[in-house]
């Protein structure tokens, strides 16, 4: 019997891929991949790559509540959660859950241009 041997890439539906692709560039400092599908942009990041894509055909953003990705966690590691959350904060990115010392180490989440709730932390 076939195994699966776990997450191997993950990618958010978003509704302006530029947009978002800027957020994550320029808000918590990834790059893009020397190369990524039509409609879709990838990031370089490790272990597992993750994405910003257009919507699907189906998928309707819009009619998502209270906000799309409900009921799935996406934690990203960071060198400096503490430093990042400042960051975000003083930009005015919602911040749905200060900081906190927890098992993974320093801990936030915040809401992507989207919705998305994305949870970071730092090594503990």
Known sequence: MATVTGPDFIALQVRDLEAAAAFYEDRLGLR???????????????????????PLPGVDLAAVSPRPGVGVALW???????????????AGVPVVAAPVDGPFGRMFTFLDPDGYAVTVH???
Do not use: K
């Open 32 to 54: 893009r991949a020397p190369s990524s599908p039509p409609g879709a942009v990838v990031f370089a990041t490790r272990p597992v790559a993750f994405a910003v894509r257009e």
């Open 76 to 90: 990203l590691g960071a060198d400096d959660a503490q430093g990042l959350h400042d960051d975000l904060a003083a």
């Open 122 to 124: 730092d090594a503990a």
